[in-house]
T-cell receptor, first 116, second 114 residues
């Protein structure tokens, strides 16, 4: 099946610093990737939709200047949490849509961000 | 926009029994309904999906049924095993969405007791 990886799997940073999370589709090309945030015991909340070569589309209430998304290639999207604060601590998960099937989303393993 | 409700929030069954999780959606134009299994500390894993042109789909011990008239779909797991214990999420893609965006249910924590 389609494999999506994320790096790092876990990151701890100080308040005020920026953190970059990478999402890669390993065995397929992904024209669209999605970024989600998940708080403990809650469902997945879509943050933004990322299309290769174009600007990301952010969901209502998500600050685009705080959560920078870059989708520079068909296999890589990055999420940068700028000036992170403790309330940004969460589980960040990306997903990618396999080329040729526009509705099947394959998820990465997630990145646990802890901001001290 | 689309809204997905999922029930129950927790489900405990004895090993070997069946488990059923139900979801309802609001957008009658929704056309794609995947189910994901999420283990603790991991990303969701697609276990089965169904499109609006069929009413039922089965894959070994897992089946999904779709009732478009009532706008609900269900996940059925037969002969449950302890390794089925996880959080299960249903999702729906709105018919008006051209981005593939999914709307997720609240999740069901399934516990299979040995």
């Amino acid at each position: 099946g389609a494999v999506v990886s994320q790096h790092p799997s876990r990151v701890i940073c100080k308040s005020g610093t920026s953190v970059k999370i990478e999402c890669r589709s390993l065995d397929f090309q992904a024209t669209t990737m999605f970024w989600y945030r998940q708080f403990p015991k809650q469902s997945l909340m879509l943050m933004a939709t990322s299309n290769e070569g174009s600007k990301a589309t952010y969901e209502q209430g998500v600050e685009k200047d705080k959560f920078l998304i870059n989708h520079a290639s068909l296999t890589l999207s990055t999420l940068t949490v700028t000036s992170a604060h403790p309330e940004d601590s969460s589980f960040y998960i990306c997903s990618a849509v396999s080329g040729g099937r526009t509705d099947t989303q394959y998820f990465g393993p997630g990145t646990r961000l802890t901001v001290l | 926009g689309e809204n997905v409700e999922q029930h129950p929030s927790t489900l405990s069954v004895q090993e070997g029994d069946s488990a059923v999780i139900k979801c309802t959606y609001s957008d009658s134009a929704s056309n794609y309904f995947p189910w994901y299994k999420q283990e603790l500390g991991k990303g969701p894993q697609l276990i089965i999906d169904i499109r609006s042109n069929v009413g039922e789909k089965k894959d070994q011990r897992i089946a999904v049924t779709l009732n478009k008239t009532a706008k609900h779909f269900s996940l059925h797991i037969t002969e449950t095993q302890p390794e089925d214990s996880a959080v299960y999420f249903c999702a729906a893609r709105g018919g008006s969405s051209n981005t593939g965006k999914l709307i997720f249910g609240q999740g069901t924590t399934l516990q299979v007791k040995p």
